[in-house]
């Protein structure tokens, strides 16, 4: 194993090794037992008391994401506002001017659902404000919404009968205090100390060898760029994300952002076995996730590392495909972290998407495709849970006995929701693709601003991938782009704001509602007859059904994008 | 069940005809619309039609040759007409069972008692109200399901149960119900109607299978929910793929767009769906069991718990003696007379089976001065009082023992002994006493029927626990419960002990099932969330369950979970292979749609189809044909082995999952080489 290869793997093993012990204590804050942070008590009562909120108070599924909606409606309008009126606003050294309201409308959105898909730069975009109060707000509250959604789930499979499933704000608050605030904390410190920015001055100059006076945009960036990654938000606080030096500046700093950003999913699932106490099944799910991530790793790994076969025929030494990578990560490291930030939702990048060969861009929009392989905090165990039902329903009856997880009966309601919630995510997906697709084709001439023809920085298979991946993106909530597509109009703008905003939030309810109505059922004992859902063979079943239902719903709009690129290049 | 099955060919005849007319039938799309799989299907073909139309009126090639479009056409048609087909035949092999049930109830006259003046009026039995009496006297047939009110007849009920010994019928009690359709032997009864005309469980159960008041079943419903959604997610494919194939230059034909919609939508399934639930109810009432509903026969899929009766299930009919042991100091020839004696009037099997193991002629025993004691609830003993004044009682332990002492004698310990021996060996023991003086124990046994452990062995794997239903004392109870494998019991079991134990294991979230026949029996009957009640039972029995076995077979129970299970999992099998079908159909299909505008994407034809016009016929075909070759599998049900949850599904996940991967691939590729002949 040649030391890239060792780079990935040491990574990954640490990610584990430290996901396990986070995860015993994740389940333990929620769970309310004793831990080293219980010295934040006094804060989270004062919290408490300050927002007129009784902790004792229990809610059911229901009065959770009202508490969920209602609260993100206020952040919405709130950010909004930030936004437009930047410009004079204070902390601007800059000099950065407002966004234009549908720029607004796309940013707001996009970071208030955990997206970060950005069609603006950092640098000239926003102000350190906005960075501050709205950026790096949402990237804190959007995590902190998505774990809180999945531990009202967590709660509802820890009892047997029950309605009562804890107080929505307490299971927030805790999450900011006592998850993401600490590891933010550690996280950033470890990137200040390798370079990376947290100053309030402005634009720096500097004057290079070749004698060019250079403005480099500064910020308090640290903090940001660890939250970014912890709460799988991904929105960079330069334009260039994490391929950026100061953002990203050695190869430690790549590990320690590689592994930030799938800490806590991984984590999440360790919670899960601990809180409801079924270790076994966590691992399960866990294992399953794994695979997945590697289904998506290796041919991305080998597509990466045979380079294109266009280069290959010049006979140069290294052919391996490092267009758009940088040279102080490597190509294993980046189609690492290309795969990891796809399937995670999180975004961030390290190397440019666009110009990865087309089976590793196949790779990535699958990460994004099924967007429950480890998934983001919190949602990517909603939504494995979807899949999970569904998997448990199909395997249920072919045992011969009414489907049932965790000794609630699956019924004709449950699969309701968990059809419409599969079914919404290739429906946004291809629903939006296929409108830019006919713009493009009928009307590529049309009197807009930017007109449709000049969307595309590629034609044929290659333009189709980066409208597809945008959408891909924006539905799973993943905040990265195949940059090679002009984004920054009304068109893309508001048509992906409502993918951002479908794809959030209805993928949150469903499953939460799902459990919230299994939790208020009757409880049936395991018998010999009963499907253990903790099994190798459950776990290959959801694999599978998770497989079959993105390559059934995607393998013609994947066919016309990166497989064609891919045939056509060989 | 088996023996049933195996005689009735799948498809007789005279049924495949009268299913063949009904799939034409059925394409009416208001029928089709309960079905949104197949109704999808449907419009795809009425829009082949017009583009089959259109072809050949318009001469314009531009949507491919007039040939491929109306072959596209005619194959979506069978598509249809194979999934009505299976949908008919199942009703109509269904509908034959209880045809042949209800032809010998038709219009069999009734000779009709008014009530207020006694007169007798011969009606047809279609007239019959409920409440009404009819007089039935040898060799009559009963025109009505009822209760006898008076008298006692053996009836011959072979052509509902199928079994040609008579059973006998009395007014009072447990055995007093009679149905329509059976042979009066010998005797003459009176018996009024318990059921309104066409109401009776046949009627139901006829109704039932000619799907007129056939509800879906909430596992159905439930999966026709998944089916649409899979149906709609593949409406989203094709109608997004019109702008894709414009954006990459491709014209995509009307004839491909309604092809790879149909291969995709799980029509396998889809078609199949329907035929199965009414397979289902068909293969119970194969096993003689009537079910009241659908839903009945799913849950009994999902029992974690059986309530079964000792007596007749797990034993053979009732105790029999087996052995005379004579108190210390008593001549055992002597005994044995004793015990002659105080049996000579009993009726009862124990009391026949006493006679039977001594073996003595009694004719000169009774004499005109013998008075006979019969058994009362309160002495708990029975016996004899002859005119030589010896007074003879024989019974429980206990009821001696107090005759005994009563009378100054003391209980001989080792009679004592023995009494505790028989009992913990899983006997009865019947003390014997003369004139308040301990004679000796007779020592009565069950007889634990053959087979009965491999099946509770069997229950157990799959996840069934049994409970064994006893008048015994727990000594008893507990022994013949380990002798036979049941893994629970309830000993001196009242009604309302039953009814506790169920209402506390459904605390606990089970599902319970029992079998019953007794009126006392219909609380828990109904309480049960399967209740069998016996043919042979009485009304409020009947009513109270939600199935009733013909043959009063309490074994039945264990074909009925089968039963249930298989249902469950023929739906689930085949959901499986339908979607996993559809890898190779895309296959197949997709590299046919874009190979003329991308021809690098010829790689992805890995199955090397001829052409694209065959590649897609060839799947549309495979599409149609799978339907009516996976019939006889939804008819006769996936085979249930109890080798537990998770084995059992990675066998059909090989079976049907990867198997539905694989099989398409070869035949469509074959399906491509045959349509190469003539292409």
Redesign the interface.
């Known amino acids: 194993m040649n030391t890239e290869m060792m780079g990935i793997v040491v990574t990954f093993l640490l990610t584990v090794a430290l996901a396990l012990p986070l995860g015993k204590y994740i389940a333990k804050v929620f769970k309310g037992e004793r831990t080293w942070t219980d010295f934040l008590n006094p804060l989270e009562r004062f919290i408490f008391r300050f927002c007129g909120i009784d902790p004792q108070k229990e809610m059911n599924w229901k009065q959770h994401m009202l508490a969920l909606l209602s609260i993100n409606m206020v952040w919405f309008v709130y950010a909004f506002v930030v936004l437009l009126c930047q410009g004079s606003l204070f902390l601007n050294p800059d000099g950065n001017p407002g966004m234009t309201p549908d720029l607004a409308f796309n940013t707001d959105i996009s970071f208030l659902v955990n997206c970060n898909l950005q069609h603006y730069s950092g640098e000239t975009g926003v102000s350190y404000l906005s960075q501050m109060i709205v950026i790096t707000f949402l990237q804190f509250v959007t995590a902190a919404t998505g774990i809180a959604a999945v531990v009202v789930l967590f709660r509802a499979f820890a009892e047997k009968t029950t309605e009562k499933l804890g107080n929505f704000f307490v299971f927030f608050t805790k999450t900011i205090t006592r998850i993401l605030l600490p590891l933010c904390i550690v996280i950033a410190s470890l990137l200040v100390f390798n370079g990376t920015p947290a100053s309030f001055e402005g634009k720096d100059r500097i004057v290079t060898l070749q004698g060019d006076t250079v403005q480099v945009s500064r910020g308090p960036a640290a903090p940001m760029i660890a939250i970014k990654h912890l709460g799988t938000n991904g929105g960079g606080w330069f334009g260039a994300n994490s391929t950026h030096p100061l953002e990203n500046p050695n190869y430690l700093t790549n590990m320690i952002e590689v592994i930030a950003q799938v800490l806590i999913p991984i984590a999440m699932v360790f919670a899960l076995g601990f809180f409801i106490k079924r270790k076994k099944l966590s691992y399960i799910i866990f294992g399953v996730m794994t695979i997945g991530m590697l289904s998506f790793m290796i041919p991305n790994l080998v597509s990466e590392h045979s380079g294109n076969p266009a280069i290959a025929r010049m006979h140069l030494a290294d052919a391996t495909a490092m267009e758009g990578k940088e040279v102080r990560f490597g190509v294993t490291a980046s189609a690492y972290w290309q795969v990891v930030t796809t399937i995670i939702s999180t975004g961030s990048i390290n190397s440019m998407h666009d110009s990865s060969m087309p089976m590793s861009g196949a790779m990535q929009l699958l990460g994004m495709m099924t967007n429950c392989f480890y998934g983001g905090v919190g949602v990517g165990i909603l939504n494995y849970f979807v899949f999970l039902v569904i998997a448990v329903f199909i395997s249920g009856l072919m045992v011969g006995r009414t489907p049932e997880f965790m000794g609630k009966k699956i019924e004709a309601r449950e699969m309701k929701i968990a059809s419409i919630i599969a079914l919404l995510h290739p429906f946004i997906i291809l629903a939006g693709t296929a409108l830019s697709a006919y713009v493009v084709a009928h009307h590529p001439n049309a009197a807009w601003a930017v007109p449709p023809s000049s969307w595309l920085n590629n034609p044929g298979s290659h333009g189709f991938s980066e409208m597809l991946y945008e959408y891909t993106s924006a539905a799973a909530n993943n905040g990265s782009g195949f940059e090679g597509l002009g984004d920054n109009n009304i068109f893309w703008n508001v048509t992906t704001g409502f993918v951002l905003i479908l794809g959030r939030f209805l993928p949150i309810i469903g499953p939460v509602a799902i459990a919230g109505l299994l939790a208020a059922k009757k409880y049936t004992p395991e018998s010999a007859g009963t499907l253990k859902t903790d099994t190798v063979t459950f776990g290959i079943m959801t694999y599978a059904v998770i497989m079959v239902i993105a390559a059934l719903a995607f393998f013609p709009a994947l066919t016309l994008g990166p497989i064609a690129e891919f045939f056509n290049l060989k | 069940m088996s023996k049933a099955i195996a005689t009735t060919r799948l498809f007789e005849p005279h049924l495949v005809r009268a299913a063949f007319r009904q799939s034409f039938v059925k394409l009416n799309p208001r029928i089709l619309f309960r079905n949104p799989v197949m109704f999808t299907v449907e419009a795809g073909t009425a829009v082949m039609l017009f583009v089959t139309l259109y072809t050949a009126f318009s001469g314009h090639t531009d949507q491919g040759s007039f040939g491929y479009n109306l072959a596209v056409f005619i194959i979506l048609l069978f598509t249809l007409l194979f999934a009505n087909f299976a949908e008919a035949i199942a009703e109509a092999r269904g509908k034959a069972q209880a045809d042949s049930l209800r032809k010998t109830r038709e219009e069999t006259p009734a000779r009709w008692i008014d009530t207020f003046s006694g007169e007798l009026k011969t009606i047809p039995s279609s007239q019959l109200n409920k409440g009404d009496v009819f007089l039935c006297e040898t060799g009559d047939v009963i025109p009505m399901d009822g209760e006898i009110i008076e008298g006692i007849a053996t009836i011959d009920e072979s052509a509902i149960t199928g079994e040609s010994a008579p059973v006998i019928r009395e007014s009072g009690g447990d055995k007093s119900s009679v149905t329509g359709g059976t042979k009066v032997l010998s005797d003459r009864i009176k018996v009024k109607v318990t059921t309104a005309p066409g109401e009776s469980f046949l009627d139901k159960m006829i109704a039932l299978v000619e799907g007129a008041s056939r509800q879906k079943t909430?596992?159905e419903?439930?999966?026709t929910?998944?089916l649409?959604?899979?149906t709609?997610?593949?409406v989203?494919?094709c109608?997004?793929?019109?702008?894709?194939g414009?954006?990459?230059n491709t014209p995509i034909t009307i004839a491909a767009f309604v092809a790879l919609f149909v291969c995709?939508i799980p029509t396998t399934i889809g078609g199949l769906l329907s035929a199965i639930g009414i397979a289902g109810m068909d293969r119970a009432l194969r096993a003689n069991v009537v079910t009241k509903s659908g839903k009945a026969v799913?849950t009994a899929?999902?029992l974690?718990t059986l309530l079964l009766d000792k007596t007749g299930t797990i034993t053979i009919g009732n105790r029999k003696a087996t052995h005379f042991y004579p108190a210390m100091g008593i001549d055992k020839a002597l005994f044995v007379e004793a015990c002659v004696l105080a049996s000579l009037a009993d009726e009862t099997p124990e009391g026949k089976s006493i006679l039977e193991l001594a073996n003595l002629d009694t004719g000169s025993m009774a004499t005109r001065e013998t008075r006979f004691v019969a058994f009362s609830a309160e002495t708990r003993c029975s016996g004899v009082d002859l005119a030589s004044g010896r007074s003879i009682r024989k019974g429980a332990f206990d009821a001696i023992k107090t005759i005994t002492e009563r009378a100054g004698h003391a209980f001989p310990q080792e009679t004592a002994t023995e009494v505790k021996t028989i009992a913990s060996n899983g006997g009865t023991p019947l003390v014997v006493c003369e004139n308040g003086k301990i004679l000796g124990v007779i020592e009565l046994q069950d007889i634990i029927k053959p087979g009965i452990q491999e099946r509770f062995q069997r229950l157990?794997?799959?996840?069934?626990?049994t409970v064994m239903v006893t008048g015994d004392n727990p000594l008893t109870a507990r022994f013949i419960a380990e002798k036979a494998g049941v893994d629970d019991f309830i000993a001196e079991a009242r009604p309302e002990d039953k009814m506790n134990y169920i209402r506390q294991e459904q605390q606990?979230?089970?599902?319970v099932a029992m079998m019953g026949d007794g009126t006392n029996d219909a609380p828990a009957l109904a309480q049960a969330d399967v209740g069998i009640a016996m043919n042979s039972g009485t009304q409020a029995a009947k009513e109270a369950g939600n199935m009733v076995d013909l043959d009063n077979d309490p074994t039945k129970l264990i074909e009925i979970v089968e039963i249930?299970?298989?249902?469950?999992?023929t739906?689930?099998?085949l959901?499986?292979f339908s979607?996993?079908n559809?890898?190779a159909k895309?296959f197949a299909i997709?590299p046919a749609?874009?190979i003329t505008a991308?021809p690098?994407?010829k790689?992805?034809n890995i199955m090397q189809l001829k052409s694209p016009q065959s590649a897609i016929l060839s799947a549309v075909i495979f599409n149609a044909l799978i339907i009516p070759a996976l019939i006889p599998l939804a008819l006769r049900g996936v085979a249930?082995k109890p080798i537990?949850?998770?084995a059992?599904?990675?066998r059909?996940?090989l079976i049907?999952?990867l198997g539905g991967v694989l099989l398409p691939f070869a035949c469509i590729k074959l399906i491509d080489i045959l349509l190469g002949l003539f292409l």
């Open positions: 909430p596992n419903i439930a999966l929910i998944l649409a959604g899979f709609l997610v593949f989203l494919v109608v997004t793929l019109k702008p894709f414009d954006y990459a995709l799913e899929g999902d974690d157990r794997k799959m996840g069934v626990k606990s979230g089970k599902l249930g299970k298989q249902l469950l999992m739906r689930g099998t959901t499986t979607i996993a559809d890898i895309y997709v749609l874009f991308i690098a994407l790689s992805l249930y537990g949850a998770s059992l599904l990675r059909n996940l049907y999952g």
